[in-house]
């Protein structure tokens, strides 16, 4: 059965502490996955979509990585405004199948 | 440009009413979504639209109906609200298939 799930539920850092989260799927024939952010009380944004094991696509003090099973989402020093709920997702029979989400707080 | 716009925000509705949430987009997208989003799950898919006239069922289509007239428009109607639909509802809309998609800002509806 397809299926997406993310690690760790939550994560608290203290303001400039990097870490990772991880995605891990099982999708015969991955066509796209994507990674969004979610602030509280709204609707997810779109972050990034990796296609391909190996690829890599950044965006300020994140980065995104792709291998056959998995996806990590980098934050690097992060800041308080990093703060939010990050959702990835792979692409089944042309829709979105969602992981839970992360919910990431960083201390100031 | 909006993107895409949701209403109500909130809604309250007792066991056995009914409603339609409305979704509207400004993007000339040709596929839509609606989601629902419980406390510690995933986005759920509810029904989905490749263009105008076009619908298809998603995960969890049970207690829903969907139509899509426009391009622009792509309400969720529940018939007879029962608890287990407590949620958060989101639209979505993107250019192809699932690619990137543009989320709206979601309506927390409670059936009491």
């Known amino acids: 059965e397809d299926q997406v799930t993310q690690s760790p539920e939550a994560l608290r850092l203290q303001e400039g502490e990097s870490s990772s989260l991880n995605c891990s799927y099982t999708?015969?024939?991955?066509?796209?996955l994507f990674w969004y952010r979610q602030d509280p009380g709204k609707g997810p944004e779109f972050l990034f979509t990796l296609y391909s094991a190996g690829e890599e696509k950044e965006k300020e003090r994140l980065k995104a990585t792709l291998t056959k099973k998995e996806s990590f989402l980098h934050i690097t020093a992060p800041k308080p405004e990093d703060s939010a709920t990050y959702l990835c997702a792979v692409e089944i029979d042309y829709k979105l199948s969602f992981g839970a989400g992360t919910t990431v707080t960083v201390r100031a | 440009n909006a993107g895409v716009t949701q209403t109500p925000k909130f809604r309250i509705l007792k066991i056995g009413q009914s409603m339609t949430l409305q979704c509207t987009q400004d993007m000339n997208h040709n596929y839509m979504y609606w989601y629902r989003q419980d406390p510690g799950m995933g986005l759920k898919l509810i029904y989905y639209?490749?263009?105008?006239?076009?619908?298809d069922k998603g995960e969890v289509p049970n207690g829903y109906n969907v139509s899509r007239s426009t391009t622009e428009d792509f309400p969720l109607r529940l018939e007879l609200a029962a608890p287990s639909q407590t949620s958060v509802y989101f639209c979505?809309?993107?250019?192809?298939?699932?690619?990137?998609?543009?989320f709206g800002p979601g309506t927390r509806l409670t059936v009491t």
């Open positions: 639209s490749v263009g105008a006239g076009i619908t």
């Open positions: 979505a809309s993107s250019q192809g298939t699932a690619r990137e998609q543009y």
């Open positions: 999708v015969s024939g991955l066509r796209g």
